[in-house]
């Protein structure tokens, strides 16, 4: 967190568009508002930019607390930025689909476990295309002993599990199968995208209430207030749901839309493991079958002698709740039952997130909850033509990701322009799709 912008801008008490919230959403927003002539400013809560896109230096290493993979990358906005960045692109393909070491689970049974994900996603995709808006567990195969195991991966994908998901929405996730990273960390991607608005961009800035009883937008900030003609909101639905940013007078309709596509949680622990030799870089380990509450583990990331451990949905809050220690001792203890307990003494804590309890996100990343598909298009709809939603949350396809928050901000950017009667044509510079 060294190389980011400071909050030493002023407060003006004008301008024409204020972005609230300086993640992927808010950055490309910004990106696409500056021109001659538009005054902008970007308000942001936390003392760094990126939000959910977060970089750790520790270790000497650049370890992503929040997004770390460029999903579909073959089809991601973000990553033809990575090199013109001066960053690393890595496309070592995501060891998800393996076990490491084939650890308690035989070829065999990872292929049966394949089959049945697949034969799962197929009944989802059949029943999207009957319109069918469900809880995705539905469509378990109520035999199947793997369906603990899905739900398991269910908490890594959606941050909760099947029963809470819209099927619907759920098969309208896009995924191109193609993964990569950014060595440095996607999240300092993002930050020196963000660096290009840090002129207009104040941080420790949050945003309490939107008036818009007047013609003009009221702002009430930690800093002070201030109008806009237009807002760009990027802040979590939990944030909105929960009004503590708040529209005044309230829109019931967004409200309910953003209760309909919560925040989900996944949290991650960076260990180091002494004897990293033993194990094969970038492999995954799952070490229980029977039980959803259970973590995921990328052993050697990148190759280094480190293990990052995911957890998802209700494990992912529970532990949370009891602390960052809590997390830590969950994964020594599975890592323990699956290895032997001589990897107690060879771990050792580097990093835990803490995206549940953080007060500028509650959550890590929305789902749909079953019946609710259509409300991620509700949230798209704006207010008067003057409050335009923008974030994961609101991404058809690509919602949940950083390149999806990306094309979110822009399309949110170029409804605001046009709302302004300006050109939302790409002349400022920001070239990508
Ligand atoms: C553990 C984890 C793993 C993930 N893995 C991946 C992955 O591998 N690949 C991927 O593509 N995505 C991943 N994601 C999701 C991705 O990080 C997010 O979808 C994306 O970064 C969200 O961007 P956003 O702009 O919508 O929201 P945010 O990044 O949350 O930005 C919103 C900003 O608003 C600010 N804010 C909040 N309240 C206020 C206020 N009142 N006033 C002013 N500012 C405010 C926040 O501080 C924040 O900076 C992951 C997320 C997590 C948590």
Request: hydrophobic share 40%; proline share 5%.
């Amino acid at each position: 967190m060294t190389d980011l912008p400071k909050a030493s801008n002023p407060l003006p008490s004008q301008v024409d568009v204020v972005v609230i919230g300086a993640g992927a959403a808010g950055i490309a927003a910004a990106r696409r508002l500056m021109r001659p002539g538009l005054s902008i400013l970007v308000l942001e809560a936390r003392d760094r930019i990126g939000g959910r896109a977060w970089t750790l230096r520790a270790e000497g290493e650049g370890l992503d607390m929040g997004c770390g993979w460029l999903h579909s990358a073959d089809d991601n906005v973000l990553a033809g930025h990575v090199e013109a960045e001066g960053l690393t692109l890595d496309q070592t393909p995501p060891p998800w689909r393996t076990q490491a070491f084939d650890h308690e689970m035989t070829r065999a049974d990872q292929a049966a476990f394949g089959e049945a994900f697949a034969a799962f996603d197929q009944r989802v995709t059949e029943a999207a295309a009957r319109g069918e808006d469900r809880p995705a567990s539905d469509f378990f195969d109520p035999d199947s002993r793997w369906n603990a195991r899905m739900d398991a991966i269910s908490g890594a994908l959606n941050g909760a599990r099947f029963a809470e998901v819209s099927s619907l929405d759920y098969d309208a996730y896009g995924d191109t199968g193609v993964n990569w990273r950014v060595r440095e960390g996607y999240g300092r991607l993002i930050a020196r995208l963000g660096e290009a608005v840090s002129s207009v961009t104040v941080t420790d800035c949050a945003v309490r209430r939107i008036d818009r009883s007047g013609p003009v937008l009221r702002l009430e900030t930690s800093r002070g207030e201030l109008t806009a003609r237009i807002v760009i909101l990027t802040v979590p639905n939990s944030l909105i749901a929960t009004e503590t940013v708040r529209i005044d007078p309230p829109v019931t309709a967004l409200l309910e839309a953003t209760a309909g596509v919560p925040l989900g949680l996944a949290s991650k622990v960076h260990m180091t493991v002494r004897g990293a030799g033993d194990f094969q870089p970038d492999t995954q380990l799952w070490t229980r079958t029977d039980t959803a509450e259970t973590g995921g583990y990328h052993l050697r990331p990148f190759g280094r002698p480190m293990i990052e451990a995911y957890f998802g949905a209700d494990l992912a809050w529970g532990l949370e709740a009891q602390g960052p220690a809590a997390l830590f001792d969950f994964a020594v203890s599975e890592l323990v039952a699956a290895l032997g307990s001589d990897m107690r003494r060879r771990l050792e804590a580097v990093a835990v997130s803490g995206w549940g309890v953080d007060p500028w996100s509650r959550g890590a990343y929305s789902h749909a909850l079953p019946g609710h598909a259509a409300d991620r298009a509700k949230l798209r709809t704006s207010v008067e033509d003057r409050i335009f939603l923008a974030g994961e949350a609101t991404a058809p396809v690509y919602y949940g990701t950083a390149h999806g928050a990306w094309m979110e901000g822009q399309r949110a950017a170029d409804a605001a322009l046009i709302a302004l009667g300006l050109d939302p044509r790409r002349d400022d510079g920001d070239s990508e799709a």
